[in-house]
């Protein structure tokens, strides 16, 4: 029987992203806003004071935003981790987000939006889109994961439960959830100090098909800008 | 500077756990009822359709649950994606959890508990009895993971979150959570159907500062049963 390997850092497919980095090892210009296209993703190299920055221009955009301490990859920020730290399943600034190991790794500056974003949801990835009946490659955040480390020479050590930003994930009573529309208005923004020197990634999420991304279903771009303190 | 490596594979310290392994490769006596000493963890090698019964004796301990393919071990029971597939953050009986890559990994056949589990808090490591202020080692269900596998000749690939069976964290409509006592009776137990080979591991929680085995804060043992369909 051949049986299929997981591998955290092999792509299922590709797009832009592979050809999308900011410079040839992931560290930025201070100060440039870069553009992350609609379904694509981007890695970024920050410094330890570093202040990121995500902007969302039509207010209706998903990012899946990963953080992995550089150069230790295997050391990344874990939402289930942050739960424990926080009391709470819902970041809100002045929050650490912290990693598998604890480590503080950013501190949740400024949000303009209402707030409401996700820590419970999985990056959708290519099994995904074949549960929701898609055939043939959909752009995927996992993939677009692996592609945005691999574009700067890094390869994702496993595939870490994302901070999605501005999704909107009701949990009832319960326990159930909800595939519900952001609440953020357009050039709502979001910003965080890096606590130590870390890979960010972020991908704005394709998915076309629940309403995660705007009751439209159209991906739209997200922007982001790293300043030094 | 010298920078600690985080290493998913290797323990903070040791217990009991190392020398407790079930087998020398970890396979199971079918329908024997093994014991999982308090504070100690165990990892048992299931057979596609087996069924792994796991034993509440004193009914106030949480039991972290983990599975992993066998003997593809990066493939492991995820939390975040099954909340995708399952569109809730409390799995009840008839639920399937999946993998990293949506495999469903087991079948939730049976609970004679009132249903409260916990998916979203990570498993307690030696980090976290530090921010509880513990000096020197404490036992810890990350520890027990990574001895539990060592100890039947495999790695732990990661960390994953787990499924805490019994654990009673409660989720306010702002995102919070509160430790609370489990809510199961003596004797209570689940079971599940394993659906592909895997290697599941269980650690009886060593936590005894919060309430979260119980509010006389006294861990226990936990049992569990392996049987062929």
Known sequence: MTEHIFDPAQPDGRNATIDSAISADGRPEY??????????GRA???????LVTVFNPSGHQVCDFWAFRDPNLP????MAHSHTALESIMPKVGDKLVSNARTPLLEFLEDT????????????????YRDLRVEGYHDNCTDNLRMALSAIGEKAPAIPAPFNLWMNIPVDGHGGTQWAAPVAKPNDRVVFRALVDLIVVMSACPQDITPINGVGVVPSELAFCVDRN
């Not at 100060?31 to 694509?40: N, Q």
């Open 44 to 50: 970024v190299r920050c410094q330890a004071g570093d």
């Open 113 to 128: 939006s209402p707030g409401i974003h996700d820590t419970v949801i999985a990056a959708c990835d290519l099994p995904r």
């Open 31 to 40: 100060g440039h806003r870069y553009v992350i296209e609609a379904r694509t």
């Open 75 to 78: 050391e990344y920020m874990s």
